[in-house]
């Protein structure tokens, strides 16, 4: 669509012809070949959007790009998992971060996320998301955690408009009914996922 909305025109040509794509208030954040490339379209002209400079890496090594389908806080957000970079391989981490409206991108489970400051590679894990809930000015994203041993946990946790993290599913973290609070939305996601399968249609407060 043309910039003032009145005809179809190219906007740019990704070489990728599996490439995904992601629109935010003022951009197009486009996964090609694991990289998260920005075509901005603040530009002043189409000639300026449809411009190889325009074309920009912001993130590498990505696995993951999910749009949250949601009215409200979470509109126009998405999930992205990347790998770490290789020379930090052998930290045994990933990174989890949101992308907001406007493009923003906040890292919310990194490195040293689940605690070890310079020792972070004995608690670092990496993790991937299954699925996600929103409720209102909440959503609680369903992740796996797979630490250094291969150990994988299922895991949950609520987040706010804001991201903010409390490593859950680490023992001796946060306090005992918080964790217990995550431990449970964990079974509610795997009672989720047997009904799913079996056919039979979840309670209200499973949905």
Known sequence: MSLDGKKTELLYTIANRSAD?????NSLLVLD???LKKIDLN???LSK????????EVRSNVSSLQPIVANGAFSGMALMVSNAADSDSWKKFNTLSVIYADGTIK?????????????????????????????GDKITVYYTKTDKDSKVQLC??????DFSFGSPCRRRTGSRKHDEGNQNLSEQYERRL??????????PDER
């Open 21 to 25: 794509f992601f629109v935010t208030d």
């Open 33 to 35: 070949g694991g990289a």
């Open 43 to 45: 530009k002043k002209s």
């Open 49 to 56: 959007i449809n411009n190889k400079k325009n074309y920009v």
């Open 107 to 135: 890292d919310v489970i990194t490195d040293n996320s689940f605690g070890g400051n310079a020792d972070s590679y004995l608690y670092n894990a990496t993790v991937s998301v299954k699925d996600y809930v929103v409720k």
């Open 156 to 161: 949950a946790y609520t987040f706010g408009a």
């Open 194 to 203: 047997r009904r799913r399968h079996s056919g039979i249609r979840p309670a």
